[in-house]
Structure formats: C-alpha cells, structure tokens
C-alpha cells in the first residue's frame, strides 16, 4: 500500500508500506492491505511503518488526521 505523510512544512515520509501501526484518541491501531476505508484522528504518539524490505521507519508527530482508502494513506500530521 501507499503512504504519504505531510506536515505544515513538509513531506516527512512517501513510499510504499507493508504495515503501519498509529494511535488514534481511542487507542492503538494497525493498517494493512486491503484494509477497509477508514477516517480517524490521531492522538500524539509515534507512527511506525514497515517498508518493503522489512526496514522500520518510525515519526513522532503531535496528532493529525489519517485517511485511508483503495490502499493508499493520507496522514496530516502536526
């Protein structure tokens, strides 16, 4: 699946995932493929991604808003 992550400043991270593991304001959360439509908020934390190659790749942000739809993901974060 496909992940863009962007701040007010910047695109933080663009690519390809296998897996990607948030927190929204009621708790934990995971996305994978073929995961259905989702809108969520997220709460202040980490976001952990796993790439393509298995590599880890993880942003702190202060919250933000996650869209996710047909396998690609949108994340406005703070």
């Known amino acids: 699946m496909k ?5 007010p400043d910047s695109t933080i991270f ?4 296998k897996d990607a593991k948030l927190i929204g304001l009621d708790g934990h959360f995971e996305l994978l493929d073929n995961h259905a439509p989702i809108v969520s908020a997220l709460a202040k934390g980490d976001i ?30 703070q």
């Open 48 to 77: 952990e991604l796993v790439d393509m190659q298995n590599k880890v790749h993880k942003f702190a942000i202060n919250g933000g808003l996650l869209e996710m739809s047909d396998n690609n993901i949108e994340i406005l974060a």
């Open 14 to 17: 663009e690519g390809e995932i």
């Open 3 to 7: 992940i863009n992550i962007i701040t």
